[in-house]
């Protein structure tokens, strides 16, 4: 892009920008994806209602790095990061995730790979109302059976990590919305999460908390074996992405690398 293009933390990836290719999934990029989606589909409702939300995503998307999806609002970001996730099913296709095959899983069991495996950042942050912000973010380690004082330490340092460990105590309804993003946030990270998945998740931030969200999120991205995908509009934040994929219309239209990727087309 530009001037921010210059400032980018992370830049390791070769700048390149390549069309997709629908090549068959290898065993060796089995190994070293953390997400490899060929022709999956997403309808949702039948017949005349139906509507067809994502048809056929070819996608890799590697351990190890933090990748973007972009693309215009309805074009299926928010229904392809819950099939990732596995909060929705997917229609028809192949994805596997963290070399798990997502279609073989059963409802019980999605559920404990989906709690076990994975942190997630809703686009209107799905919080508890009547619970304090670090009993929030203390969620996953609660519902994963860490005892509760641990729990609410980890939250605690979590929560120091974004900024708000001076509102711990806070319920939802007396924090701002950036504020709310950020427990939103913690608590996606705190039990540490092979997959995080954010959806928009500097949307109701200022541009300097969004930044420091950001370095996180890269921060987080970059200790290895693991994987952050971000759903965003927000062009200010493509510098911290190793991949961007572009997605229009229930497809992945292009996929580009590194920082090169931080002037993808209209969105
Ligand atoms: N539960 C649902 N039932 C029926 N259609 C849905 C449902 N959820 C989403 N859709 C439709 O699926 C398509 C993709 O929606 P999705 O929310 O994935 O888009 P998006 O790219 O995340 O958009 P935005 O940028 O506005 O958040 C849209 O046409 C939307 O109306
Ligand atoms: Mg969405």
Avoid at 22 to 34: D, F, G, I, R, Y
Avoid at 132 to 148: K, S, Y
Wanted: a neutral charge; glycine letters at 10%; proline letters at 5%.
């Amino acid at each position: 892009m530009n001037s921010a293009a210059t400032s980018a933390p992370v830049t390791s990836a070769p700048i390149t920008s390549a069309p997709i290719t629908s090549a068959p999934t290898t065993s060796a990029t089995k190994t070293l994806s953390a997400i490899s989606c060929r022709r999956l589909s997403k309808v949702y409702g039948a017949s005349e209602t139906a509507v067809h939300a994502l048809r056929g995503i070819d996608l890799d998307i590697p351990l190890g790095g933090l990748s973007m999806l972009v693309g215009p609002s309805g074009c299926g970001k928010t229904t392809l990061i819950s099939v990732l996730a596995g909060i929705l099913d997917k229609t028809a296709g192949d994805c596997v995730v963290l070399g798990q095959d997502m279609g073989n899983l059963s409802a019980p069991q999605k559920t404990r790979w989906r709690r076990d495996q994975v942190g997630f950042v809703f686009q209107s942050f799905h919080l508890m109302p009547t619970l304090t912000a670090v009993e929030n973010a203390a969620i996953p380690l609660l519902i994963q059976g860490v005892g509760r004082s641990k729990a609410l330490a980890g939250a605690a340092a979590m929560l120091n990590r974004v900024g708000l460990g001076h509102r711990l105590s806070s319920l939802p309804g007396e924090l701002s919305g950036g504020q709310q993003q950020r427990v939103a946030i913690a608590r996606a990270l705190v039990h540490s999460p092979r997959l995080v998945v954010c959806d928009e998740p500097t949307s109701a931030l200022d541009h300097e908390t969004g930044q420091q969200i950001m370095l996180l999120l890269r921060e987080v991205a970059n200790e290895g074996d693991r994987a952050l995908v971000v759903v965003t509009h927000d062009s200010r934040i493509f510098e911290y992405a190793d991949l961007i994929a572009q997605m229009d219309d229930g497809r992945v239209t292009e996929i580009r690398q590194g920082i090169a990727a931080a002037a993808p087309g209209p969105l």
